[in-house]
């Protein structure tokens, strides 16, 4: 009996200390596209209840919330606004960081598509890939449900999305990305 429990005891651990690796790799993706953004001339505020709700993020995930349209809502909050103010226009960003080894197949839950949609359909979607272009961006009205996405075909670069993005600056950044995709 104990020799299972050290067994899944261990797995568990394993998995969770991967759980948290990915995290923090995300944050950090999530960190470096919010500073992009500002550097070229975007208001980026923080949104998601990741950073807004904190406090009450760890009650959201329980199993008395999670039926909840609420609670739903809340946990599918984009994480970014963005403000352009040459275009007088506000932005919600979600940012995905996947590890694809090409960009022909981006992997997204269709479950996580569909929550947006619901919630926030005029959300943009940025996803970070380790390969390609490496930052990509689309509306999520313009997106199928599906398993897989192909990155140049289902989504666009990310200048052409947030057009004040200068080439020198993305260039420096997808390095940084990459650095961090490969930790």
Wanted: one cysteine or more; aromatic letters at 10%.
């Amino acid at each position: 009996m104990t020799h299972k429990y050290v067994k899944t005891e261990v797995f568990m651990g394993s998995h969770l200390s991967k759980f948290y690796d990915d995290m923090l790799k995300g944050n950090q993706i999530k960190e470096l596209v919010k500073v992009l953004l500002e550097k070229s001339g975007y208001l980026v505020l923080p949104y998601g209840y990741e950073s807004t709700l904190s406090d009450i993020k760890r009650k959201l995930n329980a199993r008395d919330a999670r039926n909840s349209r609420t609670a739903r809502r809340l946990r599918s909050t984009p994480d970014l606004l963005v403000y352009d103010d040459k275009r007088k226009d506000a932005m919600l960003v979600e940012v995905k960081m996947r590890n694809a080894p090409k960009e022909t197949k981006i992997l997204i839950y269709p479950k996580l598509v569909r929550r947006i949609k619901q919630f926030w359909s005029d959300c943009l979607l940025v996803i970070v890939i380790p390969s390609g272009d490496v930052f990509y961006a689309q509306r999520i009205t313009e997106f199928e449900t599906k398993e897989a996405y192909n990155a140049t075909k289902d989504f666009e670069k990310f200048e052409h999305i947030f057009t004040r993005v200068k080439a020198e600056n993305l260039s420096s950044y997808r390095d940084e990305a990459l650095k961090i995709m490969k930790k």
